[in-house]
């Protein structure tokens, strides 16, 4: 039988309409509940019974998404000692020196030796590190078109946009909203580079997380009684450098970055006389 091994392989089962039929807010949190082992997949009222039989129609408790995550790391860092770094270098463009490969993320550097072992500049949570490690391994080093695209007119977006509205967008929107001063910071300290009034947008800057997988982030402030606006933009080639799940992996761990600065800021600024 089929092992479903993390939240995302069973949401991707799903037909992602958050219908709360199933007592749950999204099909996020009733994928994590599945997972988790506090419900059923025969509890998602729009699963064909086939998809049902052949997962068993539940799932045992796993572990936690968090060690989970830490597991695919460990895995990619084997697979990453296995490969020639320096041939990996030349199909991405990057530094290779002293048995060491070296990619920017964010203007940082990003390093791995030929034993898998890693150091950053930047801080490392698995979000990051895992996207990392796949375009390292599976980037086909294609050239930017300069066609910017939402996530879901990539060929594998229409199934992760909402979800990415709802994990990358939407708090990142939340963040641009309460310090927007901070949010512009935040870019220019990661590299960013403002351009002028991209799709009209009050911010427009564009962010390399990785070399070859850039984005477009614009920001439209509040007026007139209506809210805020953000979207992010890919380059219309960024699934031949990196695959759509690292995509949405690696806009989540952006956000987590720039949450953390965030929050940090907000506590400094109430701390002060």
């Known amino acids: 039988m089929p092992q479903l091994n993390n939240p995302i392989e069973i949401l991707k089962l799903l037909n992602k ?9 999204t099909c996020l949190a009733f994928a994590a509940a599945v997972f988790n082992g506090n419900k059923q997949l025969a509890e998602c009222p729009h699963l064909e019974s086939d998809v049902i039989e052949r997962f068993g129609g539940k799932t045992k408790k ?36 002293d048995d060491k490969l070296t990619i920017k993320i ?37 050239p930017l078109s300069g066609k910017w695209v939402p996530l879901r007119e990539l060929e594998g977006g229409q199934d992760w ?4 509205g709802q994990r990358c ?24 580079r403002q351009v002028k009034n991209h799709y009209q947008s009050d ?7 990785l070399p070859l997988v850039p984005v477009l982030i614009c920001y439209w402030r509040p007026e ?10 890919f380059d219309s ?33 109430k701390g002060r006389p």
């Open 17 to 25: 309409s958050n219908c709360r039929e199933c007592n749950e807010p």
């Open 161 to 164: 946009h909402r979800l990415f």
């Open 106 to 142: 964010c203007g940082k550097n990003f390093i791995v030796d030929s034993k898998g072992e890693l150091s950053s500049e930047i801080h490392m949570n698995p979000w990051v590190t895992i996207p990392a490690l796949s375009y390292i391994l599976n980037c086909k080093g294609m």
């Open 224 to 233: 007139d009684g209506l809210e805020s606006t953000l979207n992010i933009f």
């Open 169 to 192: 967008e939407r708090p990142l929107k939340k963040v641009a909203d309460s310090y927007t001063d901070l949010f512009n910071d935040m870019l220019h300290i990661f590299k960013g």
């Open 237 to 269: 080639t960024a699934e031949d450098n990196l695959n759509i799940d690292s995509i949405y992996a690696l806009g989540t761990g952006l956000v987590m970055m720039f949450e953390k600065i965030a929050l940090t800021h907000g506590e400094t600024k």
């Open 62 to 97: 796993r572990k936690s998404i968090e060690q989970d995550m830490k597991d695919i790391v460990e895995q990619l860092k084997i697979k990453v000692s296995k490969i020639d770094l320096l041939s990996a270098a030349q199909r991405l463009g990057s530094e290779f020196s």
């Open 203 to 209: 911010i427009s800057l564009i962010l390399h997380p």
